[in-house]
């Protein structure tokens, strides 16, 4: 401190004002990455429109007899799968926070079990009618 400074006064600050200010700030943290994912998951959105739009343009293209054929269908094939990579790598940069991956995986692994009663009875289904059709004969 130098002659003709003024001591610094320190203001006592009520913790409830420092939490409150926590807060707000978390707020502030959690609407910019809320706005960071839905920008995410809005290019995301456009790839897929765009994976889309490579897959319908693959179905229209003939595989073709002679070599100018087959060079335009490798091209667009060569596109589609660009455009797929391309929007697997923006599905994967989208962060989640453990809590949501959990629950995907719970949904994901549902779904599995859905699936796998559905292929237990289409099995039994087909048993009964290869029974069927086989016949006491």
Known sequence: MTMGDAPQERRAQHPRARHLRGRRADRREAEDRKRQVLRQIDAVRKAWAAAEKCKEK???TM?????KDKRKYRKVRGERMRA???LSQLI???E??????RRMIDQIKDKVEAVMRFQ???AY???????KTAGPN
């Open 58 to 60: 693959l179905d229209g």
């Open 63 to 67: 595989k073709g007899a002679t070599s």
């Open 84 to 86: 797929h990579i391309a």
């Open 92 to 94: 994967r940069k989208i």
């Open 96 to 101: 989640f926070t453990e809590t949501i991956k």
């Open 120 to 122: 237990r009875q289409i």
């Open 125 to 131: 289904i087909e048993r009964q009618l290869t029974m």
